[in-house]
């Protein structure tokens, strides 16, 4: 079976230009996460979607972050303009449900630079 | 800051020795807590979890071990070998949102022959 699904691995990229990740979660999964991950630390969520609903934005920067599920199955977040500090990992995860035993299943992250 | 992120504490083992890697949560209001490894360049990995009704839980080589009142967290990793060598986080579930993870600093594991 596929787990999630990421692309690209790798982007760089000049600051205040804008960039866009994809993800695709596993076959059947309803929940779908976004983290960003910086050097050497654990992952924070960025947004959780049930479905095609956003149901924790909560630490999404809005100004310039924005995130889609348009038919409750992949996923695109973006970010414009970029900063250099948003020079980071982004992971995507996927669980079935939203049970507390309900694992999640990371992507292998798409690794921004921001120059 | 960034310069702190960098320095991942560093657990170094000679294989076939067993490790004890330790996580310190926060919120006592949590009630389910996970043990994930990432490996370079790929996502965090699911290794094994354990509900706050229990003290102990055991998987293949590893054994998770709770102590809820001084909020610590360990994973004891059997006859560690080369492929253990990782970062290691532990997790916590946000109770108010009972699907919310919240990551602790990682580890990083070191298996030398």
């Known amino acids: 079976e596929a787990g999630v699904v990421q692309s690209p691995r790798y982007k760089i990229i000049e600051k205040k230009q804008p960039v866009a990740f994809w993800c695709n979660p596993i076959s059947g999964h309803n929940t779908l996460y976004w983290y960003l991950q910086n050097l050497g630390q654990g992952p924070e969520l960025l947004i959780r979607y049930e479905n095609e609903e956003a149901v924790d934005d909560s630490q999404l920067p809005k100004d310039r972050f924005s995130a889609e599920r348009l038919k409750g199955v992949d996923s695109t977040l973006k970010i414009q303009p970029a900063e250099l500090g948003d020079s980071a990992v982004y992971l995507c995860a996927s669980s079935l449900t939203t049970s507390p035993g309900s694992e999640q299943y990371f992507g292998p992250g798409t690794r921004l630079t921001v120059t | 800051g960034e310069s702190v992120g960098l320095h991942l504490p560093t657990l170094s083992v000679q294989e076939g020795d067993n490790s004890i890697i330790n996580c310190a949560y926060s919120?006592?209001?949590?009630?389910?807590f996970i043990w994930y490894k990432q490996e370079s360049g790929k996502g965090p990995q699911f290794i094994i979890d354990i509900r706050s009704n229990m003290d102990k839980r055991q998987g293949q080589r590893v054994t998770v071990l709770l102590n809820k009142t001084v909020k610590h967290l360990s994973l004891q990793i059997a006859a560690t070998q080369p492929g253990d060598s990782a970062v290691y986080f532990c997790a916590e579930k946000d109770t108010i949102d009972t699907d919310k993870l919240i990551f602790g600093t990682g580890t990083r594991l070191q298996v030398f022959p």
């Open positions: 919120n006592s209001a949590s009630d389910y």
